[in-house]
């Protein structure tokens, strides 16, 4: 059974950094695009980056573009998301997801992660 698994939350206050991952086990890794996906407290769960199965096609949010960075590492199966000047608006639950679509659009991924917290605030 396909299992995703995030780590890597925490507090931070803003202008900080995280690095979140992903672990993937129990599928084809390089046959997946990764997601990474947020949902704050009161609010819809919202689109964050992708990255594609080889790792040459990637996209962000615009609320998080030239501050977040996607990678992967189709060795280790594991999914990074770099996270720097954090904002307080950044805070919530961070979902990874896999897909055979690499795509923004969360209906297209068939496996979620358990979600890790991340909270911004000083």
């Known amino acids: 059974q396909p299992q995703l698994v995030e780590s890597g939350g925490g507090s931070v206050q803003p202008g900080g950094s995280l690095t979140l991952s992903c672990a993937a086990h129990?599928?084809?890794?390089?046959?997946?695009?990764i997601g990474w996906f947020r949902q704050a407290p009161g609010k819809q769960r919202e689109p964050v980056s992708f990255?594609?199965?080889?790792?040459?096609?990637?996209n962000y949010a615009d609320s998080v573009k030239g501050r977040f960075t996607i990678s992967r590492d189709n060795v280790k199966t594991t999914v990074f998301l770099q996270m720097n000047n954090l904002k307080s608006e950044d805070t919530g639950v961070y979902y990874c997801?896999?897909?055979?679509?690499?795509?923004?659009?969360?209906?297209?991924?068939?496996?979620w992660g358990q979600g890790t917290q991340v909270t911004v605030s000083s």
């Open positions: 129990g599928l084809i890794f390089t046959d997946y695009a």
């Open positions: 990255i594609s199965m080889s790792g040459r096609s990637i």
């Open positions: 997801a896999a897909g055979t679509i690499a795509t923004m659009y969360a209906q297209e991924y068939d496996y």
